[in-house]
């Protein structure tokens, strides 16, 4: 079964979440380049990451489906999307 236009404003919020999630995990321990990690925040962080990636593939694949089941532009359905979820998270985090 689809998802409603609704579910999918709602999966796009969970998403962004996620990737603030990362975002602030990334602030608060510095570039992995820059700084050594410890075992426990490496992992942390690549479970956020990977948490993000496999939300946001989740997203995309449901507005894709949505948007051929309703006949209309994938783009359109998702600029719609994202325009109800909020700001993304690089808009948010400051």
Same mark, same amino acid.
């Given at each position: 079964?689809?998802?409603t236009?609704? #579910?999918?404003v709602?999966k796009?919020r !969970? *998403?962004? %979440?996620?990737?603030r999630? &990362? $975002?602030q $995990?990334? /602030?608060?321990?510095g570039?992995? !380049? *820059? ?8 992992? !942390?962080? #690549? !479970? *956020?990451?990977?948490?993000?990636? /496999? $939300?946001?593939?989740?997203?995309? *694949?449901? &507005?894709t489906?949505?948007?051929? /089941? %309703? ?6 359905? #998702?600029?719609? &999307?994202?325009q109800l979820?909020?700001? %993304?998270?690089?808009?948010a985090? %400051?």
């Amino acid at each position: 079964m689809a998802d409603t236009f609704e #579910e999918l404003v709602a999966k796009q919020r !969970t *998403a962004y %979440e996620a990737h603030r999630r &990362v $975002l602030q $995990l990334r /602030d608060a321990y510095g570039a992995p !380049t *820059a700084e050594q990690w410890t075992q426990q925040q490496s992992d !942390t962080y #690549e !479970t *956020a990451w990977r948490a993000w990636r /496999d $939300l946001a593939r989740d997203v995309q *694949a449901s &507005v894709t489906e949505y948007a051929k /089941d %309703e006949g209309r532009s994938r783009n359109d359905v #998702e600029a719609d &999307v994202k325009q109800l979820a909020g700001p %993304e998270p690089e808009e948010a985090i %400051e």
